[in-house]
């Protein structure tokens, strides 16, 4: 990616990212804000995800748990989702991606030892991932976030490891549903 396009997609991530906590306030009271925010996340003009799931691994009740996942195919194309919520909950519940996702639930890999290499393989075969690529992070109450996403654009590789990660974090202030 030349040095000028690369100044002008990571700007344009940002200003991606820099809208998030306002619209998260928007609908604070939303138990599926973790839909709302990976949607935002997964979009063309933000990280550009073809295919991506969020886990939650809570090691104190061994349970690792599929929270929300994301297909491009079917984006919600209707509005601006935070601001259509009811519409855009109706939308991902029809969403057989995001309830395949959701219905998985197995033993915790962080209090079982399990690399992250074994359960991102694990996932990615159950949800027909071609080149996954993972991020891990804490969460609050010891809890463990992880995110197995597939690019749109593989030249873009670099340039979302690079600023995906501190996104990520703001799950953390999304309910677990």
């Not at 939303?30 to 709302?36: D, G, L």
Request: proline residues 4%; negative net charge.
């Amino acid at each position: 990616m030349k040095r000028e396009k690369r100044e002008q997609r990571k700007s344009e991530l940002l200003g991606c990212v820099y809208t998030l906590p306002k619209s998260m306030v928007k609908i604070h009271g939303a138990e599926n804000m973790s839909e709302f925010l990976l949607h935002h996340l997964s979009d063309v003009h933000c990280f550009n995800f073809h295919k991506a799931a969020y886990f939650v691994d809570n090691p104190d009740f061994n349970h690792l748990k599929g929270v929300v996942g994301f297909q491009s195919e079917s984006a919600y194309q209707e509005k601006n989702p935070w601001n259509s919520p009811d519409q855009f909950t109706h939308h991902m519940k029809q969403s057989d991606f995001n309830q395949k996702v959701r219905t998985i639930a197995r033993e915790s890999t962080k209090r079982n030892n399990q690399s992250d290499q074994e359960i991102v393989n694990e996932l990615s075969k159950v949800l027909d991932l071609h080149n996954p690529i993972h991020r891990c992070w804490p969460m609050k109450y010891d809890n463990h976030g992880l995110l197995v996403f597939e690019l749109a654009d593989q030249n873009e590789q670099e340039l979302v490891e690079e600023m995906l990660n501190e996104s990520l974090y703001l799950f953390a202030f999304c309910p677990v549903f």
